[in-house]
Structure formats: structure tokens, C-alpha cells
């Protein structure tokens, strides 16, 4: 049993041991009509599922597949802005103690 199935199955049980009060002792019932839930449930769910759900969401024509493949072609424009280098900061003076005056 994988995890998400145990997790729904104690939450399902759990949720029918409230809505039939609380009762002690009926823990092992509970557990056993959620199980019978999920087993249904995993039954229906295949045919709940409309046709379409198995196609893609998009469709790629031949056509785009083909040029996916390719390697993009280089752009001959050399009219194209190209980035501005940033000027270097000057660098600041850094005192030393030959420049500084004593007080």
C-alpha cells in the first residue's frame, strides 16, 4: 500500500469514526469501509476521465517539431544595439601613515 493511499484511508476512517459519534471498539469497521471507499473509488476513477484527457493540451505541428531540432540561425544585423560597457570606479586614495597629520 503506498503512502497516499494509507494516509487517504486513515483520514476516511477517521472522518467516519466522528460522523457515527465516536463510538470505541469500531475502529477495525471504520478502517474497513474506508478501504471498501478507496477501492471503489480507484475503480470509477479510470472511467470518470473523459477521452480528451489523453490528448496534449497543445498540439505541435511537423513543422515546429522539425525546427525545434535545428540550431538557431545568427542574426547578420549589425545595426543591433549593442551593451554598453560600465565605465571602471576610480580607484580612491588610500591614506597611509606617511600622508596623515599628526594632531
Given amino acids: ?4 493511499r494509507r494516509e487517504w484511508i486513515s483520514k476516511r476512517a477517521y472522518s467516519i ?4 459519534g465516536r463510538p470505541h471498539g469500531h475502529d477495525g469497521e471504520h478502517w474497513a469501509q474506508a478501504v471498501r471507499e478507496r477501492e471503489e473509488f480507484e475503480r470509477l476513477a479510470p472511467e470518470a476521465r473523459p477521452a480528451t484527457a489523453k490528448k ?3 498540439e505541435i505541428s511537423a513543422k515546429a517539431k522539425k525546427t525545434e531540432t535545428a ?3 545568427k542574426k547578420a544585423d549589425s545595426t543591433a544595439e549593442k551593451p554598453v560597457a560600465a565605465k571602471p570606479a576610480k580607484a580612491k586614495a588610500l591614506k597611509t601613515a606617511a600622508n596623515s597629520k599628526p594632531i
Avoid at 1 to 4: E, G, L, Q, R, V
Avoid at 17 to 20: A, G, I, K
Fill in 1 to 4: 500500500m503506498t503512502d497516499a
Fill in 71 to 73: 540550431k538557431p540561425k
Fill in 17 to 20: 469514526w466522528e460522523e457515527t
Fill in 56 to 58: 496534449p493540451l497543445i
